[in-house]
């Protein structure tokens, strides 16, 4: 399967049913972020327990891109430390933005398949824009 093909399959899936979409009902953390060249808009919650993300939630006004990678972030970072939470976060704003050689990261699983956004800069700010707004 293509990197293309990859990225259609995982986008329209997590676009279809974003995982832990809603937010929740008393989060320790609420981020809000904007993306202001497309109007995408996003709040994160996170509950925090003895230093992880116990919970993780989200809404968002948004594309199927942003959409995806908020989903799947929750993924990665649910029952993760605060510090791996930021670890990736680093990580992932690496893959899209300062990776020449388009190298996979496995610690990003899904994430990798926005790899193909590098040559699109309104597209990097997209799927960017939950991490962004993660590490604040």
Do not use: Q
């Not at 994160?44 to 809404?59: H, K, N, P, Q, S």
């Not at 990665?76 to 990261?105: H, K, M, S, W, Y």
């Amino acid at each position: 399967m293509s990197l293309t093909d990859v990225y259609r399959t995982v986008v329209l899936e997590h676009n279809r049913a974003p995982r832990r979409r809603g937010r929740l009902a008393a989060p320790d953390v609420s981020a809000e972020g904007v993306n202001k060249l497309c109007g995408d808009s996003l709040t994160l919650d996170l509950r925090i327990v003895d230093e992880r993300i116990a919970a993780f939630g989200f809404d968002a006004e948004a594309s199927a891109l942003t959409l995806a990678a908020t989903s799947i972030m929750g993924d990665l970072i649910e029952g993760r430390t605060v510090d791996e939470a930021t670890e990736l976060a680093n990580a992932a704003l690496d893959l899209v933005t300062r990776n020449p050689e388009r190298a996979a990261d496995p610690r990003l699983g899904d994430f990798n398949c926005f790899l193909g956004v590098l040559g699109y800069p309104n597209r990097v700010k997209t799927v960017t824009l939950p991490w962004a707004t993660l590490a604040g």
